[in-house]
């Protein structure tokens, strides 16, 4: 056998959100001893740079997207996919049974297609969820049929949860699909779980200990995250912690160059993540709160987001902010010039603020976005969630006040305090000894056991 290292292959879903934690957690693998091979899909693989001389080996299998031309439905475009990532998956185990025998497929909670798939090449199983245990919670309920989309008109009190209003659950109509494949898509994250031989979810046990309880009543949930922050053994972080695969070209020196040269405490950054789209009059009303803020800020807008902002914003601001089209968020969000981070509230973008102990301005979007707002602003008290007026606009003015209540008012010192705890508690979860970091080690163990 070339490598006497247990072989774990894992496979994301073809997002950033997905396919980061997803990368963090296998370089924590990998540092642990095992041989680990991320499979990325051929379209995402396309526009994804990757990090060389990393400890993983990053391969591509076929998602079917060169063959035909694209899907006209989103429906289509999940069939397509499922269809010919299955089929290559147990294609790519094959080829390599002789040579480089795998153990264990870690696949993305929202396929869970693919642990059929492992199980038939005969590979254990371990479903990775890149959502919060509240969510994971909400979407059990829609597959159990115990809450319904589109949601009735009332509140909610699932178990351990806090009481949530229809305007906390996950939101979906932005998808016009009368099946609601994403609900579908992410309901059945549970269809299968009774068989996966691990569950892993990125998030740590402090951080959702109640729910936790709930959810680890009814499947074997193992917390690992914050996976960005998980220690790796007898390893220096610097280097290898920096390597990223990144689906949007990075302005990485652009954005700290600029940090560099603010005050402590200074900066708004905002950021929307990758999936995200404002339209073009909130762009500029979050363009004109900016502005009124008079604060310093870092705007993440993506290259294809670019032409909505007002005309000469760039130019007219250098002297408050800088625009770029993708950053090193973590690195940003550690930056001591980092004072608040407006967000959607992706649960990366979530957990990465918790762990580098910055408040934040919630301005959620769809999907979990919603429920993790919540979270934020009741549950983990870190944050305010901005107020919509009736047409579902978020007004410059609020944005103006949001961000002067945090970055100066005594509600500001709270959430600054809040969100130092939090980073402790993130910090102790991924250090040795810590929940995370234990979790792993124990996967870890029955790996090099088996
Ligand atoms: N991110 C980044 N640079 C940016 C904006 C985002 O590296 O300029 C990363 C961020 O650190 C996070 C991910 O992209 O890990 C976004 O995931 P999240 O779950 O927050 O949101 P999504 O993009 O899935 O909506």
Redesign the pocket.
């Known amino acids: 056998m070339a490598n006497d290292k247990p072989h774990i292959l894992v496979l994301p879903f073809p997002?950033?959100?997905h396919i980061?934690p997803a990368l963090e957690f296998s370089k924590c693998l990998a540092s642990h001893g095992l041989k680990v091979t991320i499979i990325l899909t051929s379209r995402v693989s396309k526009s994804a740079q990757v990090p060389l001389n990393s400890s993983i080996n990053i391969e591509t299998i076929s998602d079917g997207s060169e063959e035909e031309k694209e899907p006209e439905s989103i429906e289509g475009f999940f069939k397509r996919f499922n269809a010919a990532v299955s089929q290559n998956l147990a294609k790519f185990i094959q080829e390599r049974r002789e040579t480089c025998p795998a153990k264990v497929l870690v696949y993305d909670s929202v396929i869970p297609w693919a642990l059929d798939v492992a199980h038939q090449e005969g590979l254990l199983g371990a479903s990775f969820f890149t959502q919060c245990l509240g969510v994971c919670a909400v979407y059990y309920h829609i597959h159990q049929g115990l809450i319904k989309y589109p949601y009735e008109d009332s509140d909610l009190l699932l178990p351990s949860m806090t009481p949530l209003e229809v305007n906390d659950l996950p939101y979906f109509s932005f998808i016009p699909d009368p099946n609601n494949t994403v609900v579908r898509l992410l309901a059945d994250q549970f269809s299968n779980l009774d068989e996966a031989d691990w569950i892993f979810i990125n998030t740590f046990d402090k951080l959702e200990n109640e729910v936790l309880n709930w959810m680890a009543s009814q499947w074997p949930f193992r917390t690992v995250g914050p996976t960005f922050s998980l220690m790796y053994p007898g390893k220096k972080l610097t280097n290898e912690r920096n390597h990223?695969i990144?689906l949007f070209e990075l302005n990485h020196e652009a954005s700290m160059k600029w940090l560099a040269s603010r005050e402590i405490g200074s900066v708004v950054y905002v950021?929307f993540?990758?999936?995200?789209s404002l339209n073009e009059e909130q762009t500029d009303e979050l363009a004109q709160g900016l502005i009124m803020s008079n604060c310093y800020f870092l705007w993440?807008v993506r290259a294809s987001e670019e032409h909505k902002l007002p005309p000469n914003f760039t130019s007219m601001t250098s002297e408050k902010g800088l625009v770029?089209n993708?950053?090193?968020?973590?690195e940003v969000l550690a930056h001591h010039a980092v004072a608040c981070f407006m967000t959607?509230c992706?649960?990366?973008?979530?957990l990465?603020a918790l762990s580098s102990g910055v408040p934040l301005i919630a301005m959620p979007q769809f999907v979990d976005q919603m429920t993790n707002s919540k979270l934020i602003e009741d549950v983990f008290e870190v944050g305010l969630r901005v107020k919509a007026d009736e047409n579902g606009l978020v007004r410059r003015e609020e944005i103006e006040m949001c961000i002067k209540q945090v970055i100066q008012g005594e509600k500001g010192k709270k959430l600054k305090e809040s969100a130092g705890k939090w980073k402790e508690l993130a910090k102790e979860a991924a250090d040795k000894g810590g929940s995370s970091a234990t979790n792993v080690e124990d996967f870890v163990s029955k790996l090099l056991n088996l």
């Open positions: 997002a950033q959100g980061n990223k990144n950021s993540g990758s999936v995200a993440v770029v993708w950053c090193p968020q973590t959607h992706g649960w990366n973008s979530t990465e």
